[in-house]
């Protein structure tokens, strides 16, 4: 028998007739109506949470994503309703034996009804846009995962019309049609869920068959090209049973056997698909920040990795944060192939959990042959810091210099405490301790950091400084103006002069902050640098955003310093620095000194010491503020103090670039009553409403012509 | 235009049809007789693709169906039992879908569509949903989408079900205008409506074919059957005496009637309508009324059996169709 190509005229046919069956009766309306009902529930409830507990927090995981996890149990619950009809009301008119004696092809018939109840749910999906674009009104935010989140819709949509279509080719009844389809969908969704059940490897396996796993990622803003592998696969799945389906008329009896051993086969055959596509895996991070990309950083780290690393993730049945624990040991595995992963359950491992000490649902334990660390969070760079610690030979110690007044690292105080910072080193993999000078620097100190300090420097202090870095010292001095003057003037005579002034930047004063926060930024030369390069410019030439200084002095460089950071155009430096903290000071063109100033910098110079310390290394930062626990978290401050210890220590390749956390006064929505009282009409009453009134007006009008 | 050879299809353990074979002439109109279940609906659906046949072969309309079922279909109108149409669509956009489909030339789609309109008689509804048209209607609409795609074979499965006499009428004559020598296949279990509008009968019974023969051969068999009826009123054993006298006739049938009256069915030796044979019917009735009178018992009825075609049928079939 010939077998035919889909013809493009015939299809199109089809369509228009499956369109109008579709777009012009009442049905789509009516479920249009419930659709809307319920995703405008969903929308206002979702912001109402976000506002309400989520404030400040990324709207993307503490909104848009709860609103499209939500969307797909809307999407489970209407569009059955929307296929039940395709076959099953041919069959109970008769005319189905038209189409079957028409010179059409089940190819052809197939298409048309997928394509046409594909276009019904998605425009169902495009109308609840509407409620987002309100929003954007408000408050723009990035498109990426708003984007990839309905495009997993889109995709579930596809996946869920093409099994109701299957199930609609099964009976002529279309409450079974639905009723099944129903059922079916959500033994699929139930099949990741109930995790108790089956054993951990068979979960494994459930949960890689169920079509919601598979929508997680879009959901966070994340295409993974396994993903659409599975619901290509699911789809063809489905389209090759309908089509067994709708062959079934012309089988004799010999045919159900093979037919059924063909469907197998075929499923077989997507498994392994699947299984090639989850092993070469693409992932498109459409988030702002990439927040769910491993970080050049950590990246560089992993590769580094020379032994073997196993990740134990330990998880309670039914979290829902099981999901990117998962992925996160899966994006970790992935750089390397010294590091295996597995996930297990608690409560079926008391023994593994116990002999690795876990005692909290969602820890992640790694381990190498002989040691072990918990992490607590499944955070990326707790995670990599673990198995950074674990694999480094020595771990290099980081000394903060007290005695003279200094900020502390054990000091968890908002304003003056270092303790984000002391426990971001750890997790990159540093000791952390205070270190004093008398008797000379311990022998054990990699870096040495001075953050600010009000008592002055002996000079038996500097003396001890200065034969420390005649062995190759390492040295991150951070100074606010006027404090350790006896410091400043070492550190001039090394080439990096801290001027006794302050920077200010009226013009570009940040959102809200105080009159002496400035943002200082790498200058052309250091932004323009490749990151691979050999060179002190690493620690500022790849931040993604400027550094929030507060209060800061102004270096003078001689030759040989290379500049990190430096104020603003229209910034300028004064030397009232008290006035200039009150507020009151306007630029003097005698006294003060025009902008753009250099308020950070780096200078190596050689040294005859041990050959891997062949050169001293100092880096100074005009402010001390950055540092701590109140401004670290801001813009790129973590980074540039985390890349300038790093380079300090000589570890250059493992400088962090890491995706600041926090961005001020954005990803933050204010909605004023009015304005919430407006999102609610229109998600949960407007568009609803149209879609009842188009169903009533259709019906009127055809009542009219008939 | 159509050879069936030796088809044969089963329902799972259930045959609908067996080795059924026949043949129709271009521009020949056939009917398809048959009582229900007999394998009429399945022999239509193999014949327009519905689905294949599991054993023999069919050609239609030049085409072997097992070759390309396709191309039949595009060269066969096909009418559905019970006219299945999508009621929610208006007459006129249905056929256009149909039109679409079936013609391969899109531009003379609208042209075509208003010609099938105009000669099922579906101007006046054109624009109305279908769901809304009567029953004479709607089965003009399945008429009309079989004929859109200028098939050489229509195949009708039941036209007239369910119509009321006078939507018969119109159906029949419907049928009877289609000029242009279309081939016409159609199925039915009304005898009068296969009568009046076809050349040829065949007629199915549990999936053979039993008959296959021309209606004026048909009509010509009835007339001539070689049997007569007598009614009178008489005890049974004066009419053992009546019939002992009568050597030629012989008792095939004897009811009695809530009058008293006695209806007897007899037969006679000849009966190929021809001329020996009249003259024995002449011969056997005039010695049945003399007997009678002699007897003194009434003669309230005597003739030839007035028969039809459906008593064909009751032969053929050995039960009678609805």
């Known amino acids: ?706 | 235009m159509i050879e069936v050879d030796a088809l044969s299809k089963s329902y799972g353990p259930i045959p609908a049809l067996r080795e059924v074979s026949f043949q129709v002439a271009a521009g020949e109109i056939v009917g398809l007789l048959g009582p229900n279940g007999s394998g009429k609906t399945t022999l239509l659906r193999i014949l327009t693709g519905f689905f294949p046949a599991d054993a023999g072969s069919a050609r239609v309309a030049g085409v072997r169906l097992s070759d390309d079922p396709f191309e039949v279909r595009r060269r066969v109108g096909y009418l559905p039992e019970q006219s299945p149409l999508y009621p929610e669509v208006s007459v006129r956009r249905f056929l256009r879908f149909a039109a679409d489909v079936k013609l391969g030339d899109p531009e003379r789609r609208d042209e075509r569509v208003a010609a099938v309109i105009a000669e099922c008689g579906l101007a006046a509804v054109q624009k109305r949903r279908i769901g809304t048209l009567s029953k004479g209607y709607r089965q003009r609409v399945g008429i009309a989408q079989a004929l859109i795609g200028r098939p050489q074979v229509l195949v009708l499965d039941e036209p007239t079900a369910g119509l009321d006499p006078a939507q018969v009428l119109e159906v029949r004559q419907l049928i009877a205008a289609l000029g242009g020598g279309t081939t016409v296949l159609l199925s039915s279990h009304v005898l009068a409506d296969v009568a009046s509008v076809c050349d040829r009968v065949l007629m199915l019974h549990l999936g053979r074919l039993v008959l296959a023969e021309r209606i004026d051969t048909l009509r010509r068999q009835v007339r001539s059957s070689g049997e007569l009826v007598l009614r009178t009123r008489a005890s049974d054993e004066q009419l053992e005496r009546l019939l002992s006298r009568v050597a030629e006739a012989e008792e095939t049938r004897r009811d009695r009637a809530s009058d008293g009256s006695v209806l007897l069915h007899l037969s006679h030796p000849a009966r190929d309508g021809d001329e020996a044979s009249r003259r024995t019917a002449e011969r056997v009735t005039s010695a049945l009324a003399r007997a009678c009178v002699e007897a003194g018992l009434p003669v309230l009825e005597l003739g030839p059996r007035s028969r039809t075609l459906e008593d064909l049928f009751v032969d053929l079939l050995g039960e009678r169709p609805q």
């Open chain 1, 1 to 706: 028998m010939r077998r035919r190509l889909p013809s493009p005229r015939r299809v199109s046919a089809l369509l228009r007739k499956e369109l109008h069956a579709t777009f012009a009766q009442p049905l789509l309306y009516v479920v249009g109506g419930v659709f809307l009902l319920l995703a405008g529930y969903y929308f206002y409830s979702d912001l109402g949470f976000f506002i309400t507990f989520g404030f400040g927090q990324n709207i993307f995981e503490n909104f848009f994503q709860l609103l499209f996890v939500d969307l797909r149990l809307v999407l489970l619950l209407t569009v059955p309703l929307l296929t039940m009809r395709l076959f099953a009301e041919e069959r109970k008119l008769g005319t189905i034996e038209l189409l079957f004696t028409y010179p059409l092809s089940d190819l052809e018939i197939l298409l048309a009804k997928l394509i046409a109840c594909t276009a019904a749910a998605c425009a169902l999906l495009a109308a609840t846009a509407a409620s987002l674009a309100y929003l954007y009104r408000i408050e723009p935010f990035a498109f990426g995962p708003v984007f990839t989140g309905y495009l997993g819709l889109a995709l579930l949509a596809v996946s869920f019309v093409a099994c109701g279509t299957f199930l609609s080719t099964l009976t002529d009844n279309q409450v079974v049609a639905a009723m099944s389809t129903v059922g079916t969908l959500l033994l699929l969704w139930i099949l990741s869920w109930n995790e108790a059940a089956p054993g951990i490897a068979t979960l494994g396996f459930l949960s890689r068959l169920s079509i919601f796993n598979h929508f997680e990622s879009f959901s966070r803003g994340v295409i993974e090209t396994k993903d659409l592998v599975y619901f290509g696969c699911l789809v063809a799945f489905a389209a090759a049973a309908t089509l067994a389906s709708l062959g079934s008329r012309a089988w004799p009896r010999s045919r159900l056997a093979p037919t059924v051993v063909g469907l197998l086969g075929l499923l077989v055959a997507l498994g392994i698909v699947d299984a090639l596509a989850e092993r070469h895996n693409v992932r498109f991070d459409l988030t702002p920040q990439q927040r769910y990309t491993l970080s050049p950083h950590a990246r560089r780290i992993l590769e580094k990795l020379s032994q073997p690393v196993e990740l134990i993730a330990f998880v309670r049945s039914g979290d829902p944060r099981n999901a990117s624990t998962a992925d996160l040991l899966e994006r970790v595995g992935e750089v390397s192939s010294l590091i295996k992963h597995r996930v297990v359950d608690v409560n079926r491992n008391p023994a593994l959990a116990r002999r690795y000490g876990v005692d909290a649902f969602g820890a992640i334990v790694v381990a190498t042959a002989d040691k072990h660390r918990v992490v607590g969070n499944a955070r990326e760079h707790l995670v990599v810091g673990a198995i950074l610690q674990l694999t480094r030979d020595t771990r290099k110690v980081v000394g903060f210099v007290g005695g003279h007044g200094e900020m502390d690292p054990r000091d968890a105080d908002r304003q003056r405490g270092l303790t984000t910072l002391a426990s971001g080193l750890r997790d990159d993999g540093f000791d952390v301790r205070a270190v004093t000078l008398d008797g000379g620097v311990p022998d054990d100190v990699s870096v040495l950091v001075v953050a600010g300090g009000t008592s002055p420097w002996s000079d038996g202090e500097l003396a001890l400084l200065d034969e420390w870095m005649e062995r190759g010292g390492r040295l991150l001095a951070l100074l606010d103006p006027r404090q350790a003057p006896e410091l400043a003037g070492w550190l001039a005579r090394r080439g990096i002069a801290p001027a006794p002034n302050v920077v200010l930047d009226p013009e570009n004063r940040l959102y809200g902050g105080e009159g002496v926060s400035i943002e200082a930024g790498p200058p052309a030369e250091i932004a323009a640098l490749d990151a691979e390069q050999p060179s002190s410019g690493v620690i500022t030439s790849e931040l993604s955003q400027g550094v929030l200084l507060s209060t800061a002095r102004a270096l003078e460089l001689s030759s040989g310093a290379v500049p990190l950071l430096q104020s603003g155009a229209e910034s300028w430096a004064t030397t009232a620095i008290g006035r200039a903290e009150s507020g009151d000071v306007e630029y003097d063109e005698v006294s003060d000194t025009r902008g753009p100033l250099v308020v950070a910098a780096a200078r190596e110079w050689p040294v005859a010491a041990a050959p891997d310390r062949a050169a001293a290394r100092v880096v100074v930062i005009g402010d001390v503020d950055l540092a701590t626990n109140r401004f670290i978290e801001f813009l790129s401050n973590r980074p540039v103090l985390h890349n300038a210890i790093t380079w300090l220590a000589g570890e250059e390749a493992l400088i962090a670039l890491r995706p600041e956390r926090k961005k001020m006064g954005r990803e933050q929505l204010f909605l004023s009553a009015g304005q919430a009282r407006t999102a609610l009409l229109l998600a949960t009453v407007a568009l609803p409403g149209m879609s009842l009134l188009a169903a009533l007006a259709l019906y009127l009008w055809r009542r009219a012509v008939a």
